[in-house]
């Protein structure tokens, strides 16, 4: 299916899932507790977004310490990017996938899915990690000249 088609019908369908479930839960429960439960939900993600991703970004600082490039990481503090944004989205379907981002093996499974799919793809996420962690420690001397470029002129 077109890439354009699948998110074209995702904004349409979304929506409407979330309003038909607004309005039966809340038919259920009543408005105000239906608005203070798809608020309290947010607080509540945004918190744990806080935590995930503190806890990411030190991973990250690890990772740089020891010389390697962090793109594990940076790829979950993405997928902590979109559950945040799905768990400040109104509604009980966007909050449960955001939650679903914030469990940290959940969270490592869709990155490792991600990574092995992009690797079949041909992006080779696997074989550039492991080559660009690398650390060399020959030096190279030589002679370097500069031109002038004339595109940045």
């Not at 914030?102 to 696997?126: C, D, E, M, Y």
């Amino acid at each position: 299916m077109n890439p354009f088609r699948l998110l074209f019908a995702l904004f349409i369908l979304v929506p409407l899932v979330e309003i038909y479930l607004l309005v039966q839960v809340g038919s259920m429960i009543g408005a105000m507790p239906t608005v203070l439960l798809v608020v309290g939900t947010a607080l509540v993600g945004v918190t744990l977004l806080r935590a995930q991703g503190l806890s990411t970004w030190m991973e990250a600082q690890r990772s740089l310490a020891s010389g390697e490039i962090p793109a594990f990481q940076l790829l979950e503090g993405a997928a902590l990017l979109v559950s945040g944004a799905l768990l400040l989205t109104p509604g009980f379907v966007t909050d449960f996938i955001g939650f679903l981002g914030l469990i940290p093996s959940t969270r490592k499974i869709l990155v490792n899915r991600f990574l092995s799919r992009s690797a079949q793809v041909g992006a080779g996420f696997h074989s550039y990690t492991s080559h660009a962690t690398r650390r060399d420690e020959t030096t190279i001397e030589g002679e370097f000249h500069e031109k002038d470029d004339p595109w940045l002129k």
